[in-house]
């Protein structure tokens, strides 16, 4: 198992900047992906950055140019930069992790989340 805590998330005003953290425990050897998503009221949790242990990013298009997505190995932890917020950035976002799953064929890959933190921006 894998346990995701996730950190950083606060209220802010348009134009500023929060940094969250995941840090990830448990059984750690094998994720290959770890990535940010956000749920904002009342809508469907969708995928703001993802990167791969090879170093493969994805964003959004909401979140490219201006947030970053980096992992650090030797912490197990994924961070997410996010500068020039918008009050539609405002959601709980929440700490994704993908590894190896319990069978090959049929169930190949395990999805691990995080508590979530809410980001809230403010005009």
């Known amino acids: 198992q894998v346990q995701l805590v996730e950190s950083g998330g606060d209220l802010v005003q348009a134009g500023g900047s929060l940094r969250l953290s995941c840090s990830a425990s448990?059984?750690?050897?094998?994720?290959?992906?770890m990535g940010w998503y956000r749920q904002p009221p009342g809508k469907q949790r969708v995928l703001v950055a993802s990167i791969t242990n090879g170093g493969h990013i994805t964003y959004a298009d909401s979140a490219r140019g201006r947030f970053a997505i980096s992992w650090d190995n030797a912490k197990n932890t994924v961070y997410l930069q996010m500068n020039s917020l918008k009050p539609e950035d405002t959601a709980v976002y929440y700490c994704?992790?993908?590894?190896?799953?319990?069978?090959?064929?049929?169930?190949?890959?395990?999805?691990?989340w995080g508590q979530g933190t809410q980001v809230t921006v403010s005009s």
């Open positions: 448990g059984v750690v050897f094998g994720i290959f992906t």
């Open positions: 994704n992790a993908e590894g190896p799953g319990p069978d090959l064929a049929t169930a190949p890959v395990r999805y691990y």
